[in-house]
Nanobody, 122 residues
Framework: QVQLVESGGGLVQPGESLRLSCAIS????????VAWFRQAPGNEREWILC????????YIADSVEGRVTISRDNAKNTVYLQMDSLKPEDTAVYYC???????????????WGQGTQVTVSS
């Protein structure tokens, strides 16, 4: 059974950093691309970045370039989203998603987590 579980969200102040985790079970990251999305209230879901299965190439949206990085720990089957210099407009529910074929700014990923809330406010 494929499962993605996000964690690490919370309330932070502007300028602070946060690392989100996406724990994956049911498949290995060597076989699936993993992406992060976010959705703010009243907005459409937005693709942020992704990491390929092999060799682990990354692709980052221009809107967050320079403030976010994606990495993975194969031993823990976990993908991380590091976000720095957070802004109030980064407030959203953050989701990870996985697919064996889909790659990049598309939302046709097969598997999705339940999301974790990130709130940036002073």
């Amino acid at each position: 059974q494929v499962q993605l579980v996000e964690s690490g969200g919370g309330l932070v102040q502007p300028g602070e950093s946060l690392r989100l985790s996406c724990a994956i079970s049911g498949f290995t990251m060597d076989d699936y691309h993993v992406a992060w999305f976010r959705q703010a209230p009243g907005n459409e879901r937005e693709w942020i970045l992704c990491i390929s299965s092999v060799p682990g190439d990354t692709y980052i949206a221009d809107s967050v370039e320079g403030r976010v990085t994606i990495s993975r720990d194969n031993a823990k089957n976990t993908v991380y989203l590091q976000m720095d210099s957070l802004k109030p407009e980064d407030t959203a529910v953050y989701y990870c998603a996985a697919d064996s074929i889909a790659w990049g700014p598309t939302d046709v990923y097969d598997y999705w987590g339940q999301g974790t809330q990130v709130t940036v406010s002073s």
